[in-house]
């Protein structure tokens, strides 16, 4: 860091850099197979092979030692012992220990590039060399306990004595994040402990900047604090500080911290003065240990390990829901003859060697994993953190968002929690996600029946629009057993749906008085307009064009137009950039409302220009192909020898295709492919008109 990056205030940009490696976006891949050095402690069922590849820059702290946890140590690790490859015992000193998580171990001593030996299991006591070493600097965090009191250090003491909840823990470079690794980001505690070098000083300022409190002690002793709630804004004239003296080369610092409110991101940072610079404590200062390399997991009779490894590939976060895509899996080994089966606490069920799915964050996850073979039965369990995040997906990218579809389709939403429902449906109604999207929402509503819920107007809107597609009269019955009271809070989303049935599904002629009857309801309003609009669309669709022309005039001399119409091309060409524009990023929800906007305004703009093309286009973005097929026939219809006549045919043959018409889609595309080999769509009708 450079001296300008490192002056107050640091947070909350440079934060946002500092976020600790230790929690994994993956697991590091191990083997499970028959041993090839002789088994040393014969009643461990388990053991894990490690190595360290450099000498360890602080003897007293030794070698990290950090194993997966899955449920086959004992919460004190009184079965753990390390041995090198000839069976000799070597010291170790147990850290600390996470069901399902991780289990973090000091060793003393480690010969370079040498295999040791970590042997674990059975549910046994084991006697092996331990040492004590200076534990530096570790990071733990917890639960903030209910009533927790934080103003000053006697509240803070008996507070975290209180937090029994573990989110987790792990060796750290130096105090500066702006994020728990271990669990949600918010309502929670965190104790950093380690050794600094002091060698030739005689004293040392400190200071801290934190969101929300923190507070410091420096050899048992308290010495500074900034309680309370508060953001982490400070520079060198309010930042908490302190002068301390110092009496050995080495003292031993603890940080407690505390982050309640949410509504702003979390700060923990310890710092020092040297000369005229504030910068955060540096991590050449601070004692820390080598880390080894775990190379494999092994089993002593050669079985596979229950031992899920995780693999976090991206997210995606949107409206406050974070989607993880992520991929469980067994470590290699030899797992043949086995069955498995994974068990999620979210109530995501499998049977296949590999799970590929979308979980949802923050909070951390548990799975079981299970292999049986004849009578035989091995349990493993892991947990999942999603403190570090891993690539960042994009909403506004369709090979992101259907890869995230894809992988939701593949569970069984009547298992599913509420909450990885709800995250389900959020993110799915930005998608063409179909039957994804509409067995979703229908099971999160089963689960959570509430029309006060914000999301409960979205869930209905999907499983409509989906049992729309299949069965429009159904679809029609469903929408009338509504909650009377919560259809009539969103009437003009449930008002338009019961139209577009009619109209575009059914194309039936009690679409005429229900129209009237809504425009009646609310009059001088948009929705009253689009209700008369939608009257000129089934004569339009009815091949009636006399009387939708008709239809669409008198709309159209309701609006107000100070210019008698003179401003309506210019405002036609802003309209057709605009819902261009969105559906190019990606924005089809926008799009649908800027086509509703336009059409309310000139409705005759639907039998001479491009409306029925992006409303095609955008009505297939949403995977309503049934709907998006008549605006595009009608389009073709109106205008034969239109110049949007290529594009017309090539978004209708893929709606063609959606909908299991595929010769027929074909037949076009290759035709776009062979006519006009120039135009921008003739690669891709080319590389469609082959698809299977």
């Known amino acids: 860091m450079t001296a300008a990056a490192a002056k107050l205030p640091l947070i909350f940009l440079t934060l946002l850099l500092a976020l600790p490696a230790f929690a994994a976006r993956r697991d590091r891949e191990t083997e499970s197979a028959t041993p090839a050095v002789p088994w040393a402690v014969q009643d461990a069922p388990y053991r894990a092979v490690v190595r360290a590849e450099y000498p360890t820059p602080s003897p007293e702290t030794g070698y990290t030692i950090e194993i997966p946890e899955f449920g086959h140590t004992l919460p004190n690790l009184a079965d753990c012992v390390l041995t090198d490859a000839d069976g000799k015992l070597a010291p170790l000193y147990a850290v600390w220990r996470g069901e399902g998580q991780r289990v973090l171990f000091l060793a003393k001593e480690m010969k370079r590039n040498a295999n040791y030996y970590l042997y674990f299991g059975g549910n046994k006591t084991r006697r092996g060399e331990t040492w004590q070493p200076r534990v530096s600097l570790l990071m733990e965090t917890r639960r903030l306990p209910s009533g927790a009191r934080f103003d000053n250090w006697s509240e803070m003491e008996k507070t975290w004595r209180r937090a029994n909840e573990v989110d987790g823990a792990g060796f750290v470079p130096r105090i500066f994040h702006a994020a728990n690794p271990f669990g949600d980001t918010v309502h929670f505690m965190t104790h950093y402990s380690g050794w600094m070098r002091t060698r030739g000083m005689k004293s040392v300022y400190f200071y801290t900047q934190s969101s929300d409190a923190s507070f410091v002690t420096v050899n048992g002793r ?16 309010s930042v908490r500080g302190q002068l301390v003296k110092i009496a050995n080369d080495l003292i031993k610092v603890d940080y407690y911290h505390v982050k309640a409110n949410p509504d702003q991101p979390p700060g923990m940072v310890l710092g020092w003065q040297q000369g005229k610079v504030y910068e955060p404590v540096p991590e050449n200062v601070w004692l820390r240990p080598e880390q080894a390399t775990l190379v494999g997991m092994e089993s002593a009779s050669g079985r596979p390990a229950p031992l899920g ?43 296949e060697p590999v799970v590929e799915r979308v979980t949802v964050g923050m909070l ?25 995040l891993p690539r960042m997906a994009s909403i506004n990218d369709a090979k992101d968002l259907d890869r995230y579809v894809e992988l939701m389709g593949k569970q069984d939403p009547a298992t599913l929690s509420v909450r990885t429902l709800r995250a389900y449906t959020t993110l799915l109604q930005l998608s063409p996600g179909g039957q994804v999207a509409a067995k979703c929402a229908a099971a999160f509503l089963q689960k959570h029946p509430d029309p006060t819920d914000s999301l409960w107007v979205t869930a209905q809107m999907l499983r409509l629009r989906g049992l729309m597609q299949l069965d429009p009269k159904l679809a029609l019955s469903e929408l009338a057993k509504l909650d009377t009271k919560a259809r009539q809070q969103h009437h003009e989303k449930f008002d338009l749906l019961e139209l577009e049935l009619l109209v575009f599904y059914l194309r039936s002629d009690v679409a005429v008085n229900r129209a009237r009857q809504i425009a009646a309801q609310h009059p001088d309003s948009r929705l009253a307009r689009i209700a008369m609009v939608r009257v000129g669309d089934l004569y339009r669709l009815q091949n009636r ?20 119409g003179k401003k309506l091309p210019a405002q036609d060409r802003a309209f057709s950039i605009a ?14 409302d800027k086509l509703l906007e336009w059409e309310a305004v000139h409705p005759m703009v639907k039998l001479d220009s491009d409306f029925l093309l992006l409303r095609g286009r955008t009505l297939m973005a949403g995977g309503r192909w049934r709907e998006a097929l008549a605006e595009l026939d009608s389009m073709l219809q109106l205008q034969p020898d239109s110049a949007y006549q290529i594009d017309i045919n090539f978004h209708r043959a893929r709606a063609l295709y959606e909908l299991g018409q595929k010769p027929e889609a074909r037949k076009i595309w290759t035709e776009i492919a062979k006519k006009y080999p120039r135009h921008e769509f003739a690669a891709q009708s080319s590389k469609w008109a082959v698809t299977p």
Request: aromatic residues 10%; charged residues 30%; glycine residues 10%.
């Open 545 to 564: 064009m006399k009387e939708a022309t008709a239809q669409y005039q008198s709309v159209q001399q309701k609006a107000t137009d100070e210019t008698g």
């Open 579 to 592: 819902v261009s524009e969105m559906l190019l990023d990606g924005q089809r929800i926008e799009a649908e």
């Open 309 to 351: 490894r995780i693999e976090l590939s991206s997210y995606i976060g949107f409206e406050n829901q974070f989607l993880f895509e992520t991929r469980c899996a067994l470590p290699h080994g030899d797992t043949k003859g086995w069955t498995v089966n994974w068990q999620f606490d979210d109530g995501c069920v499998s049977a």
């Open 364 to 388: 951390p996850l548990r799975f079981r994993v299970t292999l049986r073979r004849e009578k035989e039965e091995l349990r493993g369990i892991r947990r999942m953190d999603f403190g570090t």
């Open 222 to 237: 308290f010495e500074l604090e900034w309680g309370g709630i508060h953001d982490g804004r400070a520079n060198q004239k």
